[in-house]
């Protein structure tokens, strides 16, 4: 089932908040290295996914590329799925709010 976009939007602000280094992988879909003098490496974790590779596989990729980038590196954002954020976490707030 599809969500709303304004059930999106709020979630999207809570994840705004969390710790890039507490998010799971299977909750990112991209990976932005951005390198000096303004460029930037992308990697797709949701097409690397999507060809087969497991998550040991991607992490592997994932560092792989930060440990070649090196002292050049000089931030790492993700692009998170809302929905398997969303997916994860709703069913357990519904749980919380249930016993309220």
Do not use: Y
Request: glycine share 4%.
């Amino acid at each position: 089932m599809p969500l709303s976009e304004e059930f999106l939007a709020k979630w999207d602000h809570i994840i705004s908040e969390v710790e890039k280094t507490q998010v799971p992988l299977k909750c990112i879909n991209k990976m932005v290295i951005r390198i000096a003098g303004g460029k930037q490496k992308t990697i797709n974790l949701s097409r690397l996914r999507k060809d087969g590779l497991d998550d040991d596989e991607i992490e592997e990729i994932m560092n792989r590329n930060i440990f070649v980038l090196g002292d050049s590196v000089n931030n790492i954002d993700f692009i998170l799925d809302v929905n398997t954020v969303a997916g994860i976490i709703q069913p357990a707030t519904d749980k919380l709010l249930k016993k309220l």
